[in-house]
């Protein structure tokens, strides 16, 4: 008897520190595995390639998709973005809960994709104003102004209403722990934990 | 703008340990509002009248329950226990959350009539054997012997499929853990705060 494993979306507008969130909510939660996405876009930085994510080639991207390899991808900005199919499958047959943090649309396809296996958490600004200041403050992605990538995050907090949870992140603390929260309670949602009732009354 | 209040239904057979489990949570989480359910059982040893029931006499819960005051009621044991309705309806409107702690078929009740406001966890014994332990450090309810209520147990572990959570109630601090996690978690959901993204939107 082992429960199912969850799989966890987090997404959210860019400049609503996803990033930031989840590294503290590692820290915290144990049996969580972090699912690197790929990406056409040029690395960063800071960033490393299999860790941040698989920073891979236009045509890498292009055969991933045609060989059924990317369970979403979407595009932004120019770039593209994907999760592999692969790893998330294989992390959730072993019953392993898994973390997702990816773009606002490709966040509902998972949702609708896998809706029985699926918890997607909407990390939000606390207002557009302060949205704009730190999209102000943070590297700025390549071919594409601050006005454009704003609109854009206006756009993707209309996305919310499809998610199952809603966080703002205004105090980081606060807003980690509503994530770890959320995290904890889905493990204990009958939908994944079906065979135990079952079983205390099958062993006796 | 605020959160919609949320109806929490806590059941679970008779020797789960709710009681229990229930006054540690109220120690940990804040705005929680216990609705005192009406029974026709006789007071017991250390219970107080307006504290962990009403104990009201079988012509007014037949009353209560022609004029419609009853959210739920069910018999067992030939006592009848049941939710005056006002009292949680009055907390659900001043965006207020709720608890109940209720017999398991009335939850599935509550559940049924009350969707969108009601999370319903079920706390289950750890095994069979335990609970026959339990049952027997437990008083007795009146008129009803061991084995009756083990059976009844038995069945009640059943409806635990229409609840949203299943807690084991094995460690004590570990059941507490999970429900406090539930109850903040479940304040995030989306269907609770449908007007908070828009508000980001319509505010700036």
Same mark, same amino acid.
């Given at each position: ?30 049996? =969580? ?97 302060? =949205? ?33 949870? =809603?966080?703002?992140?205004?105090? =980081? ?32």
């Amino acid at each position: 008897m082992s429960r199912q494993g969850i799989l966890f979306v987090i997404s959210g507008p860019s400049g609503a520190g996803k990033g930031t969130v989840l590294r503290e909510v590692f820290k915290r939660v144990e049996g =969580l595995n972090f699912s690197v996405s790929a990406t056409t876009r040029k690395i960063r930085a800071g960033e490393a390639d299999g860790v941040n994510y698989f920073f891979i080639s236009d045509d890498k991207f292009d055969k991933m998709i045609k060989n059924g390899e990317m369970l979403e991808f979407v595009g932004k900005y120019g770039n593209r973005y994907g999760t592999p199919k692969d790893a998330v499958k294989k992390l959730l047959d072993e019953h392993s809960d898994v973390v997702l943090e990816i773009e606002t649309v490709g966040a509902t396809n998972v949702k609708r994709l896998m809706p029985n296996d699926t918890v997607a958490i909407f990390i939000a600004p606390p207002s557009l104003t302060e =949205l704009w200041e730190r999209l102000d403050h943070r590297e700025a992605e390549e071919n594409c102004d601050k006005e454009l990538r704003f609109r854009t995050s206006i756009g993707e907090m209309m996305c919310a209403y499809g998610y199952d949870y =809603l966080v703002v992140n205004d105090d =980081l603390n606060e807003c980690v722990d509503k994530v770890v929260h959320i995290i904890e309670a889905e493990r204990n949602r009958i939908q994944f934990n079906k065979e135990i009732i079952q079983n205390i009354i099958d062993k006796g």
